[in-house]
């Protein structure tokens, strides 16, 4: 079984933010699997579906952003899961552009402050994670105005196009493994040719 954990804020004023991007993934998925994400458990909105014949929970943290790692580490126990084996997060990451993906089988917040509430409360960083681009700040801006904020028409359409990919990455991580999934997302573009290469490392 996996948890498949999108992280946001609740409530109708964040939509479709940046901040809320791991929502609008789990919404994705929900669609492709045709599960409802309605049941309220352990201060979260899931839903339970199969991928490939394995079990998933889709969810959607409702303790607000900074403190998404309460309710998944209540979700874990509850459900006797390994985080290494049996978790997946995705959420926005401003050190990439909009449209961008990464994914990792590991490692630090990077300055999120959901991530750093997960790995607190979990006690671990080994965890599969889906870092979606939502662009840096502009120059003079406040970071919580830039991603509490909503895209521009242009990026919301780069957004549509990552957000269908990364619930698509998930289904390649549960039922072919994190390395696939890396060498097929964590792509480089060489400046010197402008060649594309696929690597299973991040940069």
């Avoid at 409702?62 to 309460?70: L, P, R, V």
């Avoid at 459900?79 to 630090?108: C, F, H, M, N, T």
């Amino acid at each position: 079984m996996y948890i498949i954990a999108g992280l946001g804020n609740p409530g109708r004023e964040y939509e479709h933010t940046r901040h809320n991007c791991g929502f609008d993934c789990i919404d994705e998925l929900a669609d492709l699997l045709g599960v409802a994400v309605v049941k309220h458990e352990h201060r979260a909105i899931t839903g339970a579906g199969y991928i490939e014949g394995e079990k998933v929970l889709l969810v959607k943290p409702q303790t607000y952003m900074n403190k998404s790692g309460e309710s998944l580490a209540e979700l874990l126990g509850f459900y006797k899961l390994d985080p290494a084996r049996s978790l997946i997060v995705l959420y926005d990451d401003i050190d990439l552009e909009p449209g961008q993906l990464r994914v990792r089988g590991s490692g630090s917040a990077g300055g999120h402050n959901g991530m750093k509430d997960i790995i607190k409360n979990l006690g671990t960083q080994e965890f599969a994670r889906v870092r979606i681009g939502v662009g840096a700040k502009p120059p003079q801006w406040d970071l919580a105005d830039h991603v509490l904020g909503h895209f521009s028409p242009e990026d919301r359409q780069k957004m549509d196009e990552s957000i269908e990919q990364a619930a698509r990455t998930v289904i390649t991580i549960v039922t072919e493994g994190i390395t696939p999934a890396m060498n097929r997302v964590n792509r480089k573009k060489s400046k010197k040719d402008g060649e594309t290469k696929e690597s299973s490392c991040e940069s």
